[in-house]
Each structure stands twice: as structure tokens, then as C-alpha cells.
């Protein structure tokens, strides 16, 4: 049913880092990578959305794509992907996968008293409504259920708890940011 997937993912960054943030995507057929794509974003920035829609497109694959994973549902910072607008331009549905709940009352208050356009950036993560635990992640569903979600999560996963398009992306963007890679954070 969701075999087919491109998880995307952003490279690491300095703290002070200012200006565009690699992005990267893996695009996989069950278990099998089949390509990857590059973009960037802006620290902080509101081009996730365009940017990962243009991705999906030129990744050679959108036509056999059933599902976006994100690993969270901010790139680059606080540039916060819509992921029902990225649902709507691509034809996908998008789940958001992450390790843990985030402290979403430490994300509002930085949203709203620090960054540029907090306060639209905190309605996207609103508009998602709370995390749910999933397969030992925790999701946001936008355009699927929770059994498809789990569906999907059994059915791309093989090491650990995050899903392969995920975790390929997370290891691309380390190793090509950083001259090597690791596991954890993802």
C-alpha cells in the first residue's frame, strides 16, 4: 500500500549558521533506495514547503510515490514545512515521524517571541494536531489514517524505529555535510 516513499531530511548546521540549509531525500521502493535528491532551505526561513515540492517532482519517482515522510515538520531550524499544502501540490499523504513528543510549549514561545513569522509557523504545527504515538515513534498524519500509518511504518521500516527513507536521508546528509555519518539523531 506504501511501499513506495521519499523521506526527507536536513543536513546539520552550526548553531550561528545563517542562510540556506542542505535537504535531502531518499526515495525508496520497499526496502530499496531508488534515488536521491538536493535542495536547500532557508534557516528559518518559509521555502520548505515550495522546496520539497519541487523535490518530490524531480526525483524521477513522483508518479510511483504513495507517501512524503518527514523526520519532524521543521527543516533547517524553525522553516516550517505545510504539510497539508505540501499534500495538496503533490497528491501524497505526508506523515511527520519523530523519536519523541516535541516540548511544543518551548517550540510556541521561541515561535512567537523569536523568530520571523512565528506566529503563521506555530498555526501550521497547530493545525496538525497533537503527536501519536505510532510503532514506537511518535506521528502526525495529514491525507492518511492511524492503521495506514502503522501499515506504512511496519512496512518501510527494517532497522530500529525509524523508517528507511528517513534514516537514508538523515545518513546522506550527515556524511555528505560532515565527510561522514552516524546514526542517532535521527
Aim: hydrophobic share 45%.
Amino acid at each position: 500500500m506504501f511501499s513506495h516513499a521519499i523521506g526527507f531530511d536536513d543536513a546539520p548546521f552550526a548553531r550561528g549558521h545563517r542562510g540556506d540549509v542542505p535537504v535531502f531525500g531518499t526515495v525508496f521502493a520497499r526496502h530499496t533506495l531508488h534515488a536521491v535528491v538536493s535542495g536547500r532551505v532557508r534557516r528559518d526561513g518559509r521555502n520548505s514547503t515550495d522546496e520539497l515540492t519541487r523535490l518530490v517532482g524531480t526525483s524521477g519517482a513522483a508518479e510511483h510515490l504513495h507517501l512524503i515522510l518527514l523526520q519532524g515538520v521543521a527543516l533547517a531550524g524553525f522553516n516550517v514545512v505545510d504539510a497539508h499544502a505540501l499534500g495538496r501540490a503533490t497528491g501524497l499523504p505526508v506523515l511527520i515521524v519523530a523519536r519523541r513528543a516535541p516540548d511544543l510549549d518551548r517550540i510556541r514561545r521561541a515561535l512567537l517571541t523569536r523568530v520571523p513569522g512565528g506566529a503563521r509557523k506555530w498555526r501550521l504545527i497547530e493545525a496538525l494536531g497533537p503527536m501519536e504515538p505510532c510503532r514506537g515513534v511518535m506521528v502526525q498524519r495529514v491525507g492518511l489514517t492511524f492503521p495506514q500509518a502503522e501499515v506504512a511504518l511496519a512496512g518501510l521500516t527494517v532497522t530500529g524505529r525509524i523508517p528507511e527513507p528517513l534514516r537514508a536521508a538523515h545518513l546522506i546528509a550527515g556524511g555528505v555535510t560532515r565527510g561522514s555519518s552516524r546514526g542517532g539523531r535521527v
